[in-house]
């Protein structure tokens, strides 16, 4: 079974001020990583992935996460924090061994507040 | 934006109706999951639908059912409505590769409300 940890339900920071969100994850096989922001009454909007190669990711807004295979875990990051960023944030995982299928697990999210 | 969409937005039902949602793929996309999201959590998988056949199911009952039409679009049918399965359903789109390494992409979500 899979599994993902966001161990912080809420995030404060300063606009300005570089921002962390964490995530763990527990698969069986090599995991598929990705992010997800949810604005309200909204769908998901994709991030960005971690599949394979530079442990350091680069997505869409600025946004970039760092997979770390020991520590399991695939931490968002942003150097300066907009106040727009102000959103839900998702990480979730996929099995490899899954093949071509598109079952996604997901954590319970992290409310991130950016406040000027 | 994505090129998922769902329909409706927003739906109240009663308990024990049937509920059917609907949602178009992102051009080019084959498969087709939904999730349920309830109020305060992360998006549960309910299955997904590649080439019109059920491809991996989550942990929910029977009376959740659904259908791929040729065009890649989808329906996702609840028989028996409960007051618990008041939650957003989502629907997502992507192309299915060997690898499994595409992202899928989401629609706006349908808000479903069981009184």
């Known amino acids: 079974a899979q599994s993902v940890a966001q161990p912080e339900d809420q995030v404060n920071v300063a606009e300005g001020n570089p921002l962390t969100v964490k995530c763990t994850y527990s698969?069986?096989?090599?995991?598929?990583l990705f992010w997800y922001v949810q604005y309200p009454n909204r769908g998901l909007q994709f991030l960005l992935k971690?599949?394979?190669?530079?442990?350091l990711v680069k997505g869409s807004y600025g946004f970039e996460a760092e997979f770390n295979k020991s520590q399991t875990s695939f931490h968002l990051k942003k150097p300066s924090a907009l106040v727009s960023d102000s959103a839900l944030y998702f990480c979730?995982?996929?099995?490899?061994?899954?093949?071509?299928?598109?079952?996604?697990?997901f954590g319970t999210g992290t409310q991130l507040k950016v406040e000027l | 934006e994505t090129g998922v969409t769902q329909s409706p937005t927003h739906l109240i039902k009663t308990r024990g109706q049937q509920v059917t949602l609907r949602c178009s793929s992102q051009?080019?996309?084959?498969?087709v999951s939904w999730y349920q999201q309830a109020l305060g959590q992360g998006p549960q998988f309910i299955f997904q639908?590649?080439?019109?056949?059920?491809?991996g199911r989550g942990n929910f009952p029977p009376r959740f059912s659904g259908l791929q039409f040729p065009n890649y679009s989808s329906e996702l049918n609840v028989n028996a409505l409960e007051l618990d399965d008041s939650a957003l359903y989502l629907c997502?789109?992507?192309?299915?590769?060997?690898?499994?390494?595409?992202?899928?992409?989401f629609g706006q979500g349908t808000r479903l409300t069981v009184v």
């Open positions: 997502a789109s992507s192309l299915r590769i060997q690898t499994g390494s595409t992202e899928a992409f």
């Open positions: 698969v069986s096989g090599n995991p598929y």
């Open positions: 971690y599949i394979t190669g530079d442990n």
């Open positions: 979730a995982v996929r099995d490899r061994r899954t093949g071509g299928g598109n079952k996604l697990t």
């Open positions: 051009s080019g996309h084959n498969t």
């Open positions: 639908y590649y080439r019109e056949e059920e491809n």
